[in-house]
């Protein structure tokens, strides 16, 4: 079985700092997709970065960027010069290629961004 | 593109009632999910449709819900004899088709959070 586990449920970084968020997961495959997913206060989810696992280099979107551990199973999310937006939970979330197509998430890390 | 709607923001029921709600994907995505998320938990999924079709349905989904999505637009979820477990965020989700271009990511709608009294 598919598990995604998020071991930080809350983590706090100063303005403009560094901050990287911790995620592993569990699966017997070999393709997938992983992906971070931030959903800020009263607000929908919205897609974060994405990693196909066939890929070796890390993705990286502007101020967002992961370290993917295939052997290890491990995703984590780097989040550099932090802002006041970036405040949010963060949920990683895993896909098979070969499944229906459902995701499995996380139980999310809240991030606080203090002034 | 306005993105994956839902309707209604908020429900507020009365243990016992039906409930419905409704999530407008976009509108060229031809797969819909549906999710439940509890306070402090990630989503859970519920079920998938590829069109009309429903293709996958979690255990999660007792039999007091259904989904449909009959035109294989809009879709419906209904929860039948509510129950104070039931309370919780339900998400739906829209993808593309596979091979098209954002076909392996969900896209997700604000979301109907209920709450059984």
């Known amino acids: 079985a598919q598990t995604v586990t998020q071991s930080q449920p809350e983590m706090s970084v100063q303005e403009a700092e560094t901050v990287t968020l911790s995620c592993t997961y569990d699966?017997?495959?070999?393709?997938?997709?992983l992906f971070w997913y931030k959903q800020p206060p009263s607000r929908q989810m919205i897609l974060v970065i994405r990693?196909?696992?066939?890929?070796?280099q890390n993705a990286t979107e502007n101020r967002f960027s992961v370290n993917f551990q295939k052997a290890a199973k491990s995703f984590s999310l780097k989040i550099s010069d932090s802002q006041l937006g970036d405040a949010a939970m963060y949920f990683c979330?895993?896909?098979?290629?070969?499944?229906?197509?459902?995701?499995?998430f996380g139980t999310g890390t809240s991030l606080t961004v203090i002034p | 593109d306005t993105g994956v709607s839902q309707d209604p923001r908020h429900k507020i029921t009365k243990r016992g009632q039906n409930v419905t709600f409704r999530c407008d994907p976009i509108?060229?995505?031809?797969?819909l999910y549906w999710y439940r998320q509890t306070l402090g938990q990630g989503p859970e999924f519920l079920t998938y449709?590829?069109?009309?079709?429903?293709?996958?349905k979690s255990r999660l989904l007792s039999d007091r819900f259904s989904a449909e999505r009959p035109k294989g637009s809009f879709s419906t979820l209904e929860i039948q004899r509510t129950e104070q477990g039931d309370s919780a965020m339900y998400l739906c989700?829209?993808?593309?088709?596979?091979?098209?271009?954002?076909?392996?990511?969900?896209?997700f709608g604000p979301g109907t959070r209920l709450t059984v009294l």
């Open positions: 989700a829209s993808s593309p088709e596979v091979g098209r271009e954002g076909g392996d990511t969900q896209y």
């Open positions: 699966t017997s495959e070999s393709d997938y997709y």
């Open positions: 990693q196909e696992a066939y890929k070796q």
């Open positions: 979330a895993y896909r098979w290629l070969g499944t229906g197509n459902q995701f499995y």
């Open positions: 509108s060229e995505h031809n797969r």
């Open positions: 449709f590829q069109n009309e079709a429903q293709l996958e």
